[in-house]
């Protein structure tokens, strides 16, 4: 598109009432983001100059989620409706284009807006209101046309049963010079106030009645169609979730279109940020999140939890494993349910199996920790094997970590206890059931454990018998 410039607000400091929750509205997650994020950044990529969010309920996380996005906020401070809030923009401080767009429809794509910025560049003057044509236009305003022209947006809440059928709807999206806006906003009154002002159920000031007044004062005002995912408003849990879940199908087509293999896309969680390589294949009930880098050929299966991993090629993650912060460098294979957390390394083929816990670990090549295992602060070379039931005891009485330290081709028998610190030889062999608490030098066998002791004929006559 050709850059125009044009500056932008963003209408969120509504409460949300029927969200029924105390979270401000536009800061509820949609796939894993809040919806304000989504609106902030599509209209900063769409290339405004300068953005700014009125807020209210909720203000200071509002402002905690918007300002490090680069936009300014400003305080509406009672929530009158909509044209009150755009008032509250201080819009008499702007020059130029403004667009104007509802804090709560993360759905909205920056083609879309470059979309009605177009239209408004072409059609020179007045306004351009986005529309889409919905089947079911649910609680959206109506627009109402005469003769091809727009000449009103009737809330549902408003509307008689004729207008009600009208499937055509506002997106909240309103594109005008500031000049225009600032000549219109203060003849928006509430409910009743003037003859001229069409009664309303919310007694609140309508942005929206800013089209029937351009009908009054002859400013053309342009409908341009969107497409309905724009209009997808969020106002209630329900409309949350059907948010939520079209953007990780709309994250999995785009990964499906490269290569990526979903065995069903549609349980599937993958959020925006994500990168997946083809010919891997993902399960269903997989939840990935933040900046996670899957390699090709991967496998993932279901169930699994992945956030801000980096996944190298050819790895396999089994059923119901939980993966935070971690690196698996190519051919390793984790779980099933298996839990890596932050600052751990799995090396080239190496293995990690059922409940096997690890935390800040390097795991050398090829090294196995097959079962049943906690390492937490630990460095392991390559191609040694932890046996089940080893625990690295990391935490101290004096509340500190201990690393420990475990050389390559090291064979630790099962039921193994490291109090750190501690280090351990390449080659060394450690006794099932040891306690070690001292190093133990390379190739020597540790073993730790009090010594067998038989009693001959010691259990009863009875049962001897
Ligand atoms: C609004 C439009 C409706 C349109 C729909 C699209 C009006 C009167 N109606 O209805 O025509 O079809 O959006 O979703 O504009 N807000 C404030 N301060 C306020 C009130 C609202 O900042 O005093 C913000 C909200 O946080 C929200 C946005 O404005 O982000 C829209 O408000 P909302 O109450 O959701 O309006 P709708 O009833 O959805
Ligand atoms: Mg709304």
């Known amino acids: 598109m050709q850059e125009h410039k044009f500056s932008a607000i963003v209408l969120a400091a509504g409460q949300g009432k029927r969200m029924k929750s105390s979270l401000p509205k536009v800061l509820h997650p949609v796939a894993g983001q809040p919806m304000i994020s989504r609106i902030v950044s599509a209209v900063k990529a769409a290339g405004a100059d300068e953005v700014r969010v009125v807020v209210g309920v909720g203000e200071s996380l509002v402002r905690q989620v918007v300002e490090p996005l680069g936009a300014i906020c400003f305080k509406q401070a009672e929530q009158r409706g909509t044209a009150d809030a755009v008032h509250s923009a201080q819009p008499t401080t702007l ?68 207008t009600l059928k009208i499937r055509e709807v506002n997106t909240g999206i309103y594109v005008l010079e500031a000049e225009l806006l600032n000549q219109m906003l203060p003849l928006i009154r509430g409910p009743g106030a003037a003859p ?76 925006d940020a994500v990168s997946i390589g083809s010919a891997s294949v993902i399960y269903p009930g997989v939840y990935v999140r933040g900046k996670t880098r899957i390699g090709s050929f991967c496998v993932v299966e279901p169930n699994a939890y992945l956030n801000s991993v980096v996944l190298e090629d050819s790895v396999q993650v089994l059923v119901g494993s ?15 349910y298996a839990r890596v957390r932050p600052e751990t390394e799995i090396g080239t083929d190496a293995r990690v199996g059922n409940f096997v816990e690890l935390k800040k670990v390097k795991l050398g090549a090829g090294a196995k920790a097959n079962h049943l295992t906690y390492l937490g602060d630990a460095e392991i070379g390559e191609n040694t094997n932890i046996g089940c039931g080893t625990i690295t005891c990391n935490y101290a009485v004096d509340r500190q970590k201990y690393k420990t330290t475990i050389g390559r081709d090291v064979f630790v028998g099962s039921d193994t206890q490291f ?13 099932s059931g040891s306690t070690i608490t001292k190093d133990v030098p390379a190739k020597a066998l540790a073993v730790a454990r009090s010594k067998q002791v038989n009693i001959e004929n010691y259990s009863p006559k009875k049962k001897r018998e």
């Open 95 to 162: 020059n130029g284009t403004i667009l104007i767009i509802n804090g709560d429809h993360p759905l909205i794509e920056v083609g879309d807006i470059h979309h009605a910025l177009e239209d408004y560049f072409n059609s020179r003057g007045g306004i351009t209101l986005g529309v889409a044509k919905l089947k079911r236009p649910g609680s959206l305003g109506r627009v109402v046309r005469d003769g091809g022209a727009v000449r009103a947006i009737v809330e549902a809440r408003d509307a008689s049963a004729e």
């Open 196 to 271: 001229s002002a069409p009664d309303n159920a919310q007694g609140e000031f309508y942005l929206t009645d800013i089209i029937t007044l351009a009908g009054e004062n002859k400013i053309p005002v342009s409908g341009v169609r969107l497409p309905s995912h724009v209009a997808m408003g969020v106002n209630s849990q329900e409309e949350l979730a059907t948010a939520s879940r079209r953007l990780f199908y709309r994250n999995a087509k785009k990964l499906m279109a490269e290569g990526v293999v979903f065995i069903d896309p549609r349980t599937t969680y993958i959020e």
């Open 322 to 336: 939980h993966l935070e912060s971690c690196v698996l460098r190519s051919q390793s294979v984790v779980g099933p």
């Open 419 to 431: 109090v750190a610190p501690v280090t351990i030889g390449d080659g060394a062999i450690v006794g």
